[in-house]
T-cell receptor, first 113, second 113 residues
Framework: DAGVIQSPRHEVTEMGQEVTLRCKPI?????LFWYRQTMMRGLELLIYFNNNVPIDDSGMPEDRFSAKMPNASFSTLKIQPSEPRDSAVYFC???????????FGSGTRLTVV | GESVGLHLPTLSVQEGDNSIINCAYSNSASDYFIWYKQESGKGPQFIIDIRSNMDKRQGQRVTVLLNKTVKHLSLQIAATQPGDSAVYFCAEKVLSGNTPLVFGKGTRLSVIA
């Protein structure tokens, strides 16, 4: 079991550019979560999917953020255009439907300059 | 969820001593709780969980205590080792429905060798 795989591990981009973060959940897990972690706000839930369907995106900060899950094995989080205040570590986590603990990926550290 | 300010509570413990990390949760309807450990540069890792029909659960070197009356959760680590140095998060959830975990404030555990 390779765990939850996120890419890239680090991303440095200029303000205004589009950023796409990728996540491959654990095979067989039915739910996927995107979190953002900063020193000021801690771990914030951005959006989560159940069976590839977005359930709650109320944590998405604004329209510049969008997330998709085209199939059970892949999800993307896109920021367009990116701003310096988006700099954070973005985590993806997945969960098997009948269990309740999440497995987190190693995160993507995003720096917008 | 709760936000974490610039300064995480820090607990410094001598190697070999026992550690107790505390957490006050916010939702009286929460009936499932998890402790996560986050090491530097990594995603949060599941340590132990407990449901509200229990007030104590033990794992390997770790014990979680739940006091529903005062909405308090604690994590006890026996014989603390340098590898236990990390940030520890509690998380709460209402099991009914498909609600996500809500993470609380983290506590940084520093083990002094």
């Amino acid at each position: 079991d390779a765990g939850v795989i996120q890419s890239p591990r680090h991303e440095v981009t200029e303000m205004g550019q589009e950023v796409t973060l990728r996540c491959k959940p654990i095979s067989g897990h039915d739910s996927l979560f995107w979190y953002r972690q900063t020193m000021m706000r801690g771990l914030e839930l951005l959006i989560y999917f159940n069976n590839n369907v977005p359930i709650d995106d109320s944590g998405m900060p604004e329209d510049r953020f969008s997330a998709k899950m085209p199939n059970a094995s892949f999800s993307t989080l896109k920021i367009q255009p990116s701003e310096p205040r988006d700099s954070a570590v973005y985590f993806c986590a997945s969960r098997r439907d009948r269990t309740y603990g999440y497995t987190f990926g190693s995160g993507t550290r995003l720096t917008v300059v | 969820g709760e936000s974490v300010g610039l300064h995480l509570p820090t607990l410094s413990v001598q190697e070999g001593d026992n550690s107790i990390i505390n957490c006050a949760y916010s939702n009286s309807a929460s009936d499932y709780f998890i402790w996560y450990k986050q090491e530097s540069g990594k995603g949060p890792q599941f340590i132990i969980d407990i449901r509200s029909n229990m007030d104590k659960r033990q794992g390997q070197r770790v014990t979680v205590l739940l006091n529903k009356t005062v909405k308090h959760l604690s994590l006890q680590i026996a014989a603390t080792q340098p590898g236990d140095s990390a940030v520890y998060f509690c998380a709460e959830k209402v099991l009914s429905g498909n609600t996500p975990l809500v993470f609380g404030k983290g506590t940084r555990l520093s083990v002094i060798a």
